[in-house]
């Protein structure tokens, strides 16, 4: 695995972030720190070179925790950076913290084989957890530690707020303050709290979601990823809006709302509390098709439309194993997160993820993770353009079964092979 020892911000020479974020481009209404940052890997080593350098933070590999309970507090968090993780993104914090009020049980499986078998392998994982209930300054207070221990870590600040433009510019000042890398912004939770315009809520409103990106990005000094809901019906649309007011990257996707499934003994829902559910978040494995889908959407519009300016992708979904995250890669994703994965197999994960790219880079002769960024992207076509691309190759092939087209074609030196070229038996 590549080295650990990394700067977490790089900067043009001679210059400070303090005097990159204090004048803003022209015309764009984004800080100037936050413009035209680069995303590429570094030289490769003898190992195939896993570090990426996203919107200026440099990470020693793309492996993200996602938001969620595996960066719920500063003992798990902590874990990850040991563990090797390339970033850290926290669970989801709000200005009030006393509003949020979860239930257990909230989380609910679904397993391959006869009926769900207990004994069957766990491929979808539904939850109705909502976002930190531990209160602000103290996840702040915790950003600050982490920083204080790990300063070429990158340790990103999952927000979310109501529709209150104030309210958003005193939770991204705050959280500034404690010397995390970057913002990610939650546009994307399926439940809880839509009533208060927050998580999907805004993330499925484009005109909502531009007046708050607005807001956001006047504000923020440091890079800012909005996180995309899969409960759209294009997906491009609110990842096209954040881009053009100002985040420098989208992260997708968070889970696919859901109900996981009725009790047929009970006849009540899960995951069941008190004898009633309500609908989820799904991810895990199950969705991973979805996610790519999704993804690839994403990638293509912003390549189309936003071409090589420094814009990030975070690819998010179903990730268990090297060849997930390739995938994910493999269609234009610089970072990969992983959330549900490390609930069911531990920070370890990383090891194994970190382990199984290389032999997937090795495989195909990749030294960095930008030789193989977005390569597939290209095989991505229409329906039509499939039929047509089919006869084409149907016709070559007849043609070269029935050999010569035309008795101009013939040839004095390659005669007696065309003329077996056209022998049927």
């Known amino acids: 695995m590549a080295s650990l ?141 982490l920083k204080e221990e790990y300063p070429d870590r990158i340790l990103i600040a999952s927000i979310m707020e109501e529709y209150d433009k104030a309210a958003w510019e005193e939770l991204i000042d705050r959280v500034e303050q404690t010397g995390i890398d970057a913002l990610e912004i939650n546009f994307s939770c399926p439940h809880g709290m839509p009533e208060r315009k927050m998580g999907a809520a805004v993330g499925q409103d484009c005109a909502l979601l531009e007046e708050v990106c607005g807001w956001i990005n006047a504000k923020a000094t440091v890079p800012v990823w909005a996180k995309m809901t899969p409960n759209i019906t294009d997906i491009t649309q609110p990842a096209r809006v954040a881009l053009r007011s100002g985040c420098e990257g989208v992260s997708a996707i968070n889970t696919i709302m859901s109900v996981m499934g009725i009790n047929l003994s009970t006849l009540r829902p899960e995951p069941c509390v008190e004898g009633y559910s309500t609908p989820g978040g799904y991810s895990c494995k199950a969705v991973h098709p979805i996610a790519l889908a999704k993804v690839m959407n994403i990638a293509q519009m912003m390549k189309a439309e936003f071409g090589d300016k420094g814009y990030s992708l975070s690819g998010i979904g179903g990730v268990e194993n090297g060849g997930d995250a390739a995938e994910f890669i493999l269609l234009g994703s610089n970072t990969v997160q992983v959330c549900t994965g490390v609930m069911m197999h531990g920070y370890g994960l990383v090891k194994k993820l970190c382990s199984e790219l290389q032999d997937f880079m090795k495989m195909h002769n990749f030294s960095s993770i930008e030789d193989f960024r977005g390569v597939s992207l290209p095989y991505f076509t229409t329906h039509m353009d499939l ?25 004095g030196d390659g005669f007696v092979n065309e003329s077996e070229s056209m022998v049927s038996n």
């Open 387 to 411: 039929v047509r691309r089919q006869q084409e190759a149907i016709q070559q092939r007849k043609a070269e079964r029935k050999g010569l087209q035309s008795d101009k074609d013939w040839t």
């Open 5 to 145: 020892s990394f700067s977490s911000q790089i900067r043009p020479q001679n210059s400070s972030w303090a005097e990159l974020r204090s004048t803003p481009k022209p015309g764009s209404g984004r800080c100037a720190g936050r413009v035209g940052l680069k995303v590429f890997a570094s030289q490769a080593s003898a190992e195939p070179d896993l570090t990426v350098t996203v919107n200026g933070l440099k990470m020693p590999n793309p492996f993200v925790i996602g938001s969620g309970p595996p960066g719920t507090n500063y003992t798990v968090m902590k874990r990850a950076f040991d563990e090797g993780w390339g970033a850290v993104i926290a669970k989801t914090v709000s200005l009030d913290a006393a509003k949020v009020v979860n239930v257990t049980p909230r989380y609910a499986r679904l397993r391959a084989g006869v009926n769900g078998s207990a004994k069957g392998q766990i491929i979808g994982w539904e939850n109705i957890e909502l976002i930190s209930d531990r209160p602000l300054e103290t996840m702040l207070k915790e950003f600050r530690q």
